[in-house]
């Protein structure tokens, strides 16, 4: 999925971010999908930026892609995870974790924002964390 490819060499090009980890698999060389381009990448961006910027510079972020009956992507990192409380309130809007090591600007909206994004593409996602062990989004399109 170039667009997903796309939204991480633009994360990777910025100076602050250039340093992090970000592994990318897709074994499709094509996967058909109708899908508004401007959109869906402010979802994967935001869900990407929330990973990188909410956890150390070591933290190893895997970004997979499959198509089987679906499009199935996963975004995970080893990084700090979340309390089920912090993931509970993930999505709603104005809701910023309050454990973040560094001072985040921000609007509180990313997050809830991007959820709307996939499911307006007749999508889903989930997000599963473990303190101390870090996150994994799964989305289903």
Not at 123 to 131: C, L, P, R, T, Y
Not at 135 to 140: G, L, P, S
């Given at each position: 999925?170039?667009?997903?490819?796309?939204?991480?060499?633009?994360?990777?090009?910025?100076?602050?971010?250039?340093?992090?980890?970000?592994?990318?698999?897709?074994?499709?060389?094509?996967?058909?999908?109708?899908?508004?381009?401007?959109?869906?990448?402010?979802?994967?961006?935001?869900?990407?930026?929330?990973?990188?910027?909410?956890?150390?510079?070591?933290?190893?972020?895997?970004?997979?892609?499959?198509?089987?009956?679906?499009?199935?992507?996963?975004?995970?990192?080893?990084?700090?995870g979340m309390s089920?409380?912090?993931?509970?309130?993930?999505?709603?809007?104005?809701?910023?974790?309050?454990?973040?090591?560094?001072?985040?600007?921000?609007?509180?909206?990313?997050?809830?924002?991007?959820?709307?994004?996939?499911e307006a593409h007749?999508?889903?996602?989930?997000?599963?964390?473990?303190?101390?062990?870090?996150?994994?989004?799964?989305?289903?399109?």
């Open positions: 999925m170039r667009l997903l490819k796309e939204v991480i060499i633009n994360i990777l090009n910025h100076p602050k971010y250039e340093e992090r980890n970000i592994i990318f698999n897709c074994i499709e060389d094509r996967i058909n999908f109708n899908f508004d381009n401007t959109l869906l990448r402010r979802a994967f961006t935001n869900l990407l930026y929330n990973s990188v910027i909410h956890n150390a510079p070591d933290t190893i972020i895997k970004v997979s892609v499959r198509q089987e009956d679906k499009i199935y992507i996963t975004i995970e990192d080893n990084g700090k089920e409380e912090e993931v509970k309130k993930l999505f709603e809007r104005y809701y910023r974790g309050t454990k973040s090591s560094v001072s985040v600007k921000g609007s509180g909206l990313g997050m809830a924002i991007a959820k709307q994004i996939i007749g999508g889903k996602i989930n997000v599963k964390s473990k303190q101390n062990f870090g996150t994994c989004i799964q989305i289903e399109l």
